[in-house]
């Protein structure tokens, strides 16, 4: 089983930046691809962006664009979403995915407000 915590979340103002963390426990070995996920209240769950094992990027949210850069260190165990650029429309709970040994595995989640 593995575990996720994510840290980082917070308020800022619209342009200004926010890194997130993700720190994997437990069977950390047996991870896979790992990602970030965000929701806000009444809205589907949507992809974020998503980073293969090996650290490779794979996808992002269309509504990326650019701005957002996902980074994974499997020495440390963390994967990173350095977020620029942000609006208020990015406003909500940012949560971490990973895939290990054919289970998902979630963390809580860490909540971003972007002020206008």
């Known amino acids: 089983q593995v575990q996720l915590v994510e840290s980082g979340g917070g308020l800022v103002q619209a342009g200004e930046s926010l890194k997130l963390s993700c720190l994997a426990s437990?069977?950390?070995?047996?991870?896979?691809?790992m990602a970030w996920y965000r929701q806000t209240p009444g809205k589907e769950r949507e992809l974020v962006a998503r980073?293969?094992?090996?650290?490779?990027?794979?996808e992002f949210g269309d509504f990326v664009k650019g701005r957002f850069t996902i980074r994974r260190d499997n020495t440390k165990n963390t994967v990173d979403l350095q977020m620029n650029n942000l609006t208020p429309e990015d406003t909500a709970v940012y949560s971490c995915y990973a895939q290990a040994q054919g289970l998902n595995s979630w963390g809580r989640g860490t909540q971003v407000t972007v002020s206008s």
């Open positions: 980073i293969t094992r090996g650290g490779v990027p794979r």
């Open positions: 437990g069977k950390t070995w047996t991870i896979g691809g």
